[in-house]
């Protein structure tokens, strides 16, 4: 393996990882009301390293989406200023940010299963119990 690296664990997965965390703990440190209890779900990056997408979730969901995209908008220097300091690589990706559908869909699926499930275990009872031919 001439000219590859040792590592095994790809270098935008390596990014990925490093960008969610530091992006997650700069948002804890942001005072604004509008980013309380926002979650960095996932992050994507592209191959060439130029930009990378993050995906958040708010305990309200839809409701509050477009004014957390908007704060989120407005601290894009400040987060990209902080990977620039924490992380070790030549050119800081610009970001962009996304609701995360994947979880809000994930949770809708899993309502829906439960509640068949639910309705599965519960059988309809006899309309006329004593109305049985015995």
């Known amino acids: 393996m001439v000219g590859r690296s040792p590592r095994r664990y790809p270098r935008t997965a390596r990014l990925k990882e490093l960008l969610h965390q530091i992006v997650a703990e700069e948002i804890e440190r942001i005072d604004d009301e509008r980013l ?4 960095v779900m996932s992050v994507d990056v592209e191959p060439d390293l ?6 958040v979730d708010t305990p309200s969901g839809t409701k509050r989406d477009k004014e957390v995209l908007a704060a989120l908008h407005e601290h894009r220097i400040r987060l990209q200023a902080s990977i620039a300091k924490q992380a070790r690589i030549k050119r800081t990706p ?6 995360d559908e994947v979880e809000r869909s ?8 439960r509640r ?8 309809d009872p006899d309309p006329d119990p004593g109305n049985s031919r015995a």
């Open 36 to 39: 309380e209890l926002v979650t």
């Open 50 to 55: 130029r930009h990378a997408t993050i995906y």
């Open 94 to 99: 610009l970001l962009a940010f996304r609701a």
């Open 106 to 113: 994930a949770g809708r699926l899993e309502a829906l299963l």
């Open 116 to 123: 068949l499930q639910d309705d599965d275990a519960d059988p």
